[in-house]
Nanobody
Framework: QVQLVESGGGLVQAGGSLTLTCSDPDRTLSMFSMAWFRQAPGKERKFVAH????????YYVDSVKGRFTISRDNTKNTVFLQMSSLKSEDTAVYYCAKRSRPYSTTISSAESEYGSWGQGTQVTVSS
């Protein structure tokens, strides 16, 4: 298992925007579907967004649809999460995750299907 690296977290006011970046030191990211999860204080970690290895098969949890956009640049082994119209409920540690197997043909929101994770980046939305 190779650790991913998230960056871009920070403090932002409600209604503001923030973009998170996930990079893969192993340089195999382009072969894998990717996802973002988040964990709020005292809560279980939850799925946020998914993107297929080709950049298709985008899927979002209902609470972020229309506000968050997941994208990737396979030439740079990088995945992004653009967040806008941020709410206090979005406050959490955000984690990037890579599927356990390459070239996945299905969409999954289950943590058990992801074999590589970053250490997380804190996003705090102030009211």
């Amino acid at each position: 298992q190779v650790q991913l690296v998230e960056s871009g977290g920070g403090l932002v006011q409600a209604g503001g925007s923030l973009t998170l970046t996930c990079s893969d030191p192993d340089r195999t990211l382009s072969m894998f579907s990717m996802a973002w999860f988040r964990q709020a204080p005292g809560k279980e970690r939850k799925f946020v967004a998914h993107i297929g290895w080709r950049g298709s098969d985008k899927y979002y949890v209902d609470s972020v649809k229309g506000r968050f956009t997941i994208s990737r640049d396979n030439t740079k082994n990088t995945v992004f999460l653009q967040m806008s119209s941020l709410k206090s409920e979005d406050t959490a540690v955000y984690y990037c995750a890579k599927r356990s197997r390459p070239y996945s043909t299905t969409i999954s929101s289950a943590e058990s299907e992801y074999g590589s994770w970053g250490q997380g980046t804190q996003v705090t939305v102030s009211s």
